[in-house]
């Protein structure tokens, strides 16, 4: 399993549900607390970039998917999806230099989820998580990862009642699995470190996943965020 925290070295971080980036759409995501941004080419094909133009720093993440390349909002130079300049539309005669380009991040989809990698050097791999997998939510909390951790780990009855026990997945912090007691599917959730003060839960099901049960598992991660920050609240009036 190569799926990490950003300050336990090199792995795949959960930061997104497949759902979220449709093809030829483009939003911005933070790994491993980098703004960048994760975009879908028209075929689909799923990339992650710096969220800065190296023309003047606009950032991507507000740019236009033009088939198969990305073009800035402000000046519309036009990037192919290995990251390279193809065309700036106010010399439209000028030959781009191999310089201008974007810097890249491995990106990878796999179990319902979009995985950056964090690491000084390139990915090895792919996320070790099940192939499959339907999108149920993503919730994001105003509380750091570490409390999102112990809540996951010490009060998951909490949450998911009725529906199974929570388990973190091969000792993995940021992974957890609920085998549901019928044992007709399974939840995973993913969490994702945002900054030191916020979190997120990517939640999918595999297996059985039908809309009511979708609809079920939806609602508990609303009462997992609210709890969290709750809780959250709670602890740091207390320390004030
Ligand atoms: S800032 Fe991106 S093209 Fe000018």
């Known amino acids: 399993m190569t799926s990490r925290l950003p300050d336990d070295g090199a792995g795949w971080i959960a930061i997104g549900l497949s759902d979220d980036v449709p093809a030829g759409c483009v939003t911005g995501v933070v ?11 028209g075929e689909g094909a799923p990339h992650l970039w710096e969220d800065r133009c190296p023309h003047r720093g606009m950032r991507m993440s507000l740019g236009f998917v033009r088939g198969n390349d990305l073009a800035c909002l402000y000046h519309g130079w036009r990037f192919d999806g290995a990251g390279q300049c193809r065309q700036i539309p106010a010399h439209p005669e000028l030959k781009v230099s191999a310089r201008i380009c974007m810097k890249t991040f491995d990106v990878a989809e796999r179990g319902g989820m979009l995985w950056g990698w964090h690491g000084r050097d390139r990915a090895t791999g792919a996320p070790e998580v099940a192939a499959s997998g339907t999108a149920v939510r993503s919730i994001h909390a105003a509380v750091p990862a570490g409390a999102m ?26 992974l957890f699995s609920l085998t549901m ?33 979708r609809a079920e598992c939806a609602r508990r991660m609303g009462w997992l965020r609210d709890s969290a920050e709750r809780g959250h609240d709670d602890r740091q009036g207390a320390d004030t």
């Open 181 to 213: 007691e019928d044992g007709t599917g399974e939840l995973v959730l993913a969490l994702q470190p945002i900054s030191s003060a916020q979190c997120a839960v990517h939640a999918v099901l595999r297996g059985q996943a039908d809309a009511a049960l």
């Open 31 to 41: 790994l491993a607390g980098r703004q960048l941004a994760l975009w879908r080419d």
């Open 149 to 174: 951790r112990v809540m996951l780990e010490e009060t998951p009855g909490e949450f998911f009642y009725g529906l199974g026990q929570l388990l973190p997945v091969g000792g993995h912090p940021d």
